[in-house]
Nanobody, 128 residues
């Protein structure tokens, strides 16, 4: 099972930006689609974005389209989530997860069991 570590969270004002990173300690991520999910207090965990193993297929939740961009650097074994124009409703714990497939699922709205390896999460707080 992959060991994933997220970084880059923090406190930012509305309209600001953050860049999250997901790295694997040891094993390669090159054969896994990677998803980003978030969980706000009192709410279910929801999908934010997904990128296929080769980086050619990207998926975004409607709430973040045009503001967030997912990318990966397979040479560095990392996946990033660039978050721009942040809103207070983007606040939550952000998790990256590796899927047991090279492809993203048809829907990333909710986590599914095929995302088998998860990081510990990084807190993102958008507040003035």
């Amino acid at each position: 099972q992959l060991q994933l570590v997220e970084s880059g969270g923090g406190l930012v004002q509305p309209g600001g930006s953050l860049r999250l990173s997901c790295a694997s300690s040891g094993s390669t991520l090159n054969y896994n689609a990677i998803g980003w999910f978030r969980q706000a207090p009192g709410k279910e965990r929801e999908g934010v974005s997904c990128i296929s193993s080769g980086g050619g297929v990207l998926a975004y939740a409607d709430s973040v389209k045009g503001r967030f961009q997912i990318s990966r650097d397979n040479a560095k074994n990392t996946v990033s989530l660039q978050m721009n124009s942040l809103k207070p409703e983007d606040t939550g714990i952000y998790y990256c997860a590796a899927r047991q497939s090279i492809a993203c699922p048809l829907s990333i709205r909710y986590p599914n069991p095929s995302f088998s390896s998860w990081g510990q999460g990084t807190q993102v707080t958008v507040s003035s």
